[in-house]
């Protein structure tokens, strides 16, 4: 992402993972760890909505993590359908982020695979921050959030997106009366419209807790 990023590699149940990492300048708030879309339709950690989340979390002060899944670049192993994947997102925290203030975001099958790593680390980890982007909720069957991470969670989906379309999304969040950020005329990897996602994290990750 830029010339501070450092490539780092953790060995997992599956074998390697590849993760790239990038540090704010100053104080660090926490560390947020990011997942990326579906790696059997080229999703990877170098995916233009992951490298935006990234950023707004940099520039908000933390510590940004991102790796490729099972199978993807010099990760090793192979897709497991998601849960392998938020076994590894787990083992990254432990490993790399064992203490301090933690934070979990991802896109797409990656936002299904967050999911399932906030239910699992919630009632042992302070989660302070969660981005859930373009939730495959039409193709996967994403895990509620917690009830009391909700004013924490900041859920987005395009208008338009027909990847995963947006009543899916909302089928998913209404039982859980969980606000959707829905952004207008916007698909599922939002081009063009980058900077307002970002802008958007950025809102949510400087708005006091």
Known sequence: ????????????????????????????????????????????????????????????????????????????????????????LQHIVQSLAPTGTLALAGFSFGAFVTAQAVQALWSEREIAAIVLVGVAASRFAVPPLPAHSHDRALVIHGETDDTVPLAAALDWARPQSLPVTVVPGVEHFFHGQLPLLKSLVVRHLRTPG
């Open 1 to 88: 992402m830029n010339a501070s990023t450092e490539r780092l590699e953790l060995a997992g149940a599956a074998g390697r993972i590849q993760l790239l990492r990038d540090q704010p300048q100053g104080t660090v708030r926490g560390t947020a760890v990011i997942a990326h879309p579906h790696p059997l339709f080229g999703g990877t950690m170098d995916n233009k909505v992951v490298q935006t989340l990234a950023r707004a979390f940099v520039q908000c002060g933390w510590t940004a993590l991102r790796f490729n899944f099972r199978g993807v670049g010099s990760s090793e192993g192979a897709y497991d359908e998601g849960r392998g994947e938020a076994q590894d």
